[in-house]
C-alpha cells in the first residue's frame, strides 16, 4: 500500500485528490509484473486497464497507458509493448470508470491536463478530433441517471414546462439562480432534453476552473490568431447541444467580459445555461453586467423550505422510480416520516438533500414501509480528537468479528437467566443456598451502575432479556412498523418504567423476596417478548426497556465507542450492510445508521456493524470519558427529562431508607410514596424546562449541559446502589505507616472509600463536562463575532 501511495502521488490526475481519498483510490489498483515482449495496449483496440509504470521500460514515452482512450471512449492509436520485465501498478476499465464517477475532480484534472498540454496533444489529434475527444470525456457527468425529473406541485411543475416552452420558442441563452441543491442543474439537464434530445452534446464546465481549463479559448483576437487553434472556437465544444456553466459567476471579472463578447455574436452553435449559486456566504465574485445581459432568460429557483407542498410528491416520485429501477414494490411512506420530512428545512442541501434522504431510506426499509427510523438527516457524525482503534490489533479484531463467539455468549447468558427463575420460583431453599438470591440484588444490579459509566452498554450485549426476545421475534417476523408515538415519547415511557420498577422494588421489599424477584423479571421479559412480536427488531430495548435507558445514559461518557468514518460510508457504501445486515448476520438491532451515531444512548455494543461492514470502517474506539457530550448533535433530547427524573428520584430514596425504624410500615410507605413520585415528576419536569429539547434539531447549549449533569447523578445512584453489596459493611480497609511511637493504623470502611470515590469522579467529571462546554460555545461566539 505504502509503494501504492508513493507512486499515486506523483501521477498528474490524482493530484486534487485528499490523501484520505488517495488512499481509498488505491484500493482499487493491484501490482503486475510483465515480461519482455508483453503487448499491453493493441492499435484498433480498447485497453482493458489503465497502466501506470513504476519499473521496467516501454516502447513509449508516456507513464501513464490507456487513460486517454478509455476517457474518450475511442480505441489505441498505436501499439504498446514491454521493452523489458515492467513492474506496473494496474486499474480495471470498469474500476477506472469507477473512480471517475466517485471522484468528478479527477475527470476534471485529466481535461484539464489535455488543456494544458494541448501542443503535444496536437500532434496526434486534429482541432476537430480535439472536440471529438472533449465531447466524449464530458459526457461522462451527464445527469440522466442522476436525477428524477420530478419536479413538485402542479404549480412548481408548471413553472419549470412554461420555462422550457418559451426556450424553444424563443431563441436566448439561460441563467438559472438558486441557493445550492435546488435543482439547478436538472433544470439545465431537463431543457437540453427538451431543445436537443440526449444524444446532443451536453458539456458541463466548473466557473470556479474556468481560467485554468479553458480561458486560453477566449484570448483576444491577434493573440488568437497566432494560436493554431484559433479556428476551434469556445461555442464549439458543444456545438449543436448545450453548454453549462456551473457558477458563472465565480469566472474572474475579465474573463466574464470577454466571454460576454462572444455570447453577445450572432453566432450562436450552442446553448448557453450558466447558474448562480444565491447563498449568504457566497458574495463574490459577482456576475458582470455585460455578461448578465447575454441571458435573455432567467429562471430562479424557490429553496426548498419555501415550497413544503413540493416535498411529499417529490420524496414519493423518487422512492417510485427507485421501485421501478430495483423490480422491488413500491415502499409506503408513513404519515409520521412524511410529517418529518416537511419539518426539515433543508439547509444543507434543498433538493439533493431530499434525494439522497430519500434513496438512502428506500435502501435501509426492509419492508414495504418507510418510517421514522428510516430518515436520517441533518450533520453526520464528527471525528473527535485522538481515539485508540481495537480492531488494530488482530486479537480484538479476530474476536469481534467472530461470527459464533458473541451469540453463543448471548445464549450461555440466557440459559442461565431461565435456571435463575426456575430457581428463584420453585427452589427458594437452594437458591438461597447458594446465593443465587444475592447474586441478583446484591451484584448485578450494583454492577449495572457501576460498570455501565465505564464500559457502556456492554450489559446489553449478552442480555439474556434481549436473546430470549430475539429467538421468539426470528419464528414471528412481525411487518408492522413501531407507532410513531412510541417512537416520539420513548424518553417518557422510559422514564416512567424505570421510576416504577425502582418503586416497586423499594415498596415490595423485594430484594428479600425471591417470588417477587422472579415475576419482576418474567414481566420484563414477557414484555420483551410481546414488543418483538409486535414490531421490527429490537424496538423494546431502545423505545421501551427501563434498564436500557438507565445503562444508555450512564454510557454516554463511557470509555468505548462504536463508530465509522462518515465520508466512507455516505461516499463509498452502497448496500447499507450495517443496518440492512448481510451474508446472514443481521443488521443493526436498534436501527442505527453508521454514520449518523455519534453518541452511545442508543448503541447495544452487540458489534454487528463490525462484521458486517465490507469496507473495514467500523472502529471500536477507545476515548476519554464524558468528552462525548460536549460534541453531541444527534441525541434523543427528550432524555433531560429521564435524566432529572434519575436525580429526583435521589433524594427520597437517601432520605427514607434510614427511616424504617422511627416510622410505622404505613406511615412509611404513604410517605415514601408520596414524595417519590412528586420528586419523580418533579425533576423530569426540572429536566425539561432546563434543556428546553427539541427547539432545535441539533442538540443545544442547554440538552449538552443537562447531559453533563449524567456523571454525578449516576454517581449518586452507584453510592445508593453499593450499600447493597453484600458483605460490603464488614469490609475495612487499612493502612499501616511507621512512627517515632511505633506502628500506626488507620482504618477505613470500604463502604466510605467507595462513596468517596464515586463522589468525586462523578463531581470531577461534571464540572469538566460543564466547563468545556461553555468554553466550547463562547469560543464558538467569540468566532462568530
Wanted: charged share 20%.
Amino acid at each position: 500500500m505504502n509503494e501504492k501511495l508513493h507512486l499515486l502521488s506523483k501521477v498528474p490526475f490524482l493530484a486534487d485528490l485528499s490523501q484520505q481519498d488517495r488512499i481509498e483510490c488505491a484500493h482499487e489498483f493491484y501490482w503486475e509484473i510483465y515480461p519482455q515482449g508483453t503487448v499491453l495496449i493493441e492499435a484498433g483496440k480498447k485497453p482493458a486497464a489503465v497502466y501506470i509504470l513504476e519499473e521496467g521500460k516501454l516502447d513509449s514515452e508516456d507513464k501513464v497507458l490507456g487513460m486517454v482512450s478509455l476517457v474518450t471512449g475511442k480505441a489505441a492509436t498505436e501499439t504498446i509493448r514491454s521493452l523489458e520485465a515492467v513492474r506496473l501498478l494496474t486499474i480495471k476499465a470498469e474500476d477506472f470508470a469507477r473512480i471517475l464517477l466517485r471522484w468528478p475532480q479527477i475527470y476534471g484534472t485529466i481535461i484539464g491536463n489535455l488543456t494544458d498540454n494541448l501542443a503535444e496533444t496536437h500532434q496526434i489529434l486534429s482541432a476537430s478530433r480535439y472536440k471529438e475527444v472533449l465531447r466524449s470525456a464530458i459526457q461522462l457527468t451527464r445527469y440522466k441517471d442522476k436525477f428524477y425529473g420530478i419536479w413538485g406541485s402542479v404549480k412548481t411543475t408548471h413553472e419549470v414546462e412554461r420555462l422550457f416552452k418559451k426556450l424553444q420558442q424563443t431563441q436566448g441563452h439561460l441563467l438559472i439562480r438558486g441557493e445550492r441543491g435546488t435543482g439547478r442543474q436538472m433544470v439545465a439537464w431537463y431543457a437540453h432534453q427538451k431543445l436537443f434530445g440526449e444524444t446532443a452534446p451536453f458539456v458541463v464546465l466548473n466557473g470556479q476552473r474556468f481560467e485554468q481549463q479553458w480561458g486560453y479559448l477566449l484570448k483576444e483576437e491577434k493573440k488568437a490568431a497566432e494560436s493554431s487553434y484559433a479556428a476551434f472556437t469556445f461555442e464549439d465544444i458543444a456545438a449543436g447541444g448545450t453548454l453549462f456553466i456551473q457558477e458563472i459567476d465565480r469566472i474572474t471579472p475579465e474573463l466574464q467580459v470577454r466571454l460576454a463578447k462572444v455570447l453577445g455574436s450572432a453566432h450562436h452553435p450552442c446553448l448557453v445555461i450558466g447558474s448562480v449559486q444565491e447563498d449568504t456566504k457566497h458574495k463574490d465574485p459577482q456576475l458582470m453586467p455585460e455578461l448578465a445581459a447575454c441571458f435573455r432568460h432567467s429562471y430562479a429557483i424557490a429553496p426548498l423550505r419555501e415550497r413544503k407542498r413540493d416535498i411529499p410528491i417529490i420524496a414519493q416520485g423518487i422512492v417510485e422510480s427507485l421501485a421501478q429501477r430495483h423490480h422491488r414494490k413500491v415502499p409506503t411512506l408513513t404519515p409520521e416520516a412524511t410529517q418529518l420530512l416537511l419539518s426539515h428545512n433543508y439547509r444543507q442541501g434543498n433538493v439533493t438533500e431530499l434525494i439522497q434522504v430519500m434513496e438512502r431510506a428506500f435502501f435501509l426499509a426492509d419492508q414495504d414501509v418507510i418510517g421514522l427510523e428510516q430518515i436520517f438527516f441533518g450533520p453526520t457524525a464528527e471525528k473527535i480528537g485522538s481515539k485508540i482503534n481495537l480492531l488494530q490489533w488482530g486479537f480484538f479484531k479476530s474476536l469481534f468479528k467472530n461470527r459464533k463467539l458473541l451469540p453463543s455468549l448471548q445464549w450461555i447468558s440466557a440459559g442461565l437467566f431461565l435456571l435463575l427463575i426456575v430457581g428463584l420460583v420453585f427452589l427458594p431453599e437452594l437458591s438461597v443456598m447458594m446465593k443465587v438470591f444475592v447474586l441478583v440484588w446484591g451484584l448485578w444490579w450494583p454492577s449495572l451502575a457501576i460498570l455501565s459509566p465505564l464500559l457502556g452498554r456492554l450489559w446489553c450485549t449478552f442480555c439474556p432479556f434481549s436473546k430470549i426476545m430475539e429467538f421468539v421475534q426470528d419464528r414471528y417476523h412481525p411487518k408492522r412498523p413501531l407507532p410513531a408515538l412510541f417512537v416520539k415519547y420513548d424518553y417518557l415511557i422510559v422514564s416512567v418504567l424505570f421510576a416504577l420498577i425502582f418503586w416497586v422494588e423499594i415498596f415490595t421489599g423485594m430484594r428479600s423476596n425471591m417470588l417477587y424477584t422472579a415475576l419482576l423479571l418474567i414481566v420484563i421479559q414477557g414484555l420483551a417478548i410481546i414488543v418483538s412480536i409486535l414490531y421490527p427488531r429490537h424496538a423494546w430495548c431502545r423505545h421501551f426497556c427501563p434498564l436500557g435507558g438507565f445503562i444508555g445514559t450512564a454510557s454516554i461518557g463511557s470509555l468505548i465507542e462504536v463508530r465509522a468514518d462518515a465520508a466512507v460510508c455516505l461516499n463509498k457504501c452502497a448496500t447499507f450492510d450495517c443496518y440492512v445486515g448481510r451474508d446472514g448476520v443481521k443488521g443493526c438491532p436498534m436501527s442505527q445508521h453508521l454514520p449518523y451515531l455519534d453518541n452511545n444512548l442508543d448503541c447495544k455494543l452487540c458489534f454487528k456493524c463490525v462484521r458486517n461492514c465490507q469496507h473495514e470502517n467500523v472502529q471500536v474506539n477507545l476515548r476519554v470519558p464524558a468528552r462525548e457530550v460536549w460534541h453531541l448533535t444527534r441525541v434523543n433530547q427528550g432524555y433531560t427529562v429521564f435524566i432529572g427524573m434519575l436525580m429526583g428520584i435521589l433524594f427520597p430514596i437517601m432520605i427514607f431508607e434510614p427511616l424504617h425504624k422511627s416510622l410505622s410500615a404505613g406511615q412509611w410507605n404513604v410517605w415514601f410514596t408520596s414524595i417519590y413520585w412528586l420528586a419523580a415528576l418533579l425533576g423530569g419536569a426540572l429536566g425539561w424546562w432546563l434543556g428546553k429539547p427539541f427547539k432545535t434539531k441539533a442538540a443545544s447549549k442547554r440538552i449538552k449541559l443537562v447531559f453533563a449533569l449524567i456523571p454525578i447523578i449516576i454517581a449518586g445512584h452507584i453510592i445508593y446502589q453499593m450499600g447493597r453489596i453484600p458483605g460490603i459493611g464488614h469490609l475495612v480497609l487499612g493502612v499501616g505507616y511507621q512512627s517515632e511511637g511505633g506502628m500506626q493504623t488507620l482504618f477505613i470502611s470500604a463502604n466510605s472509600v467507595g462513596y468517596g470515590l464515586a463522589l468525586i469522579t462523578g463531581i470531577l467529571l461534571t464540572v469538566i463536562t460543564v466547563g468545556i462546554t461553555l468554553y466550547q460555545y463562547s469560543k464558538a461566539k467569540g468566532n462568530h463575532h
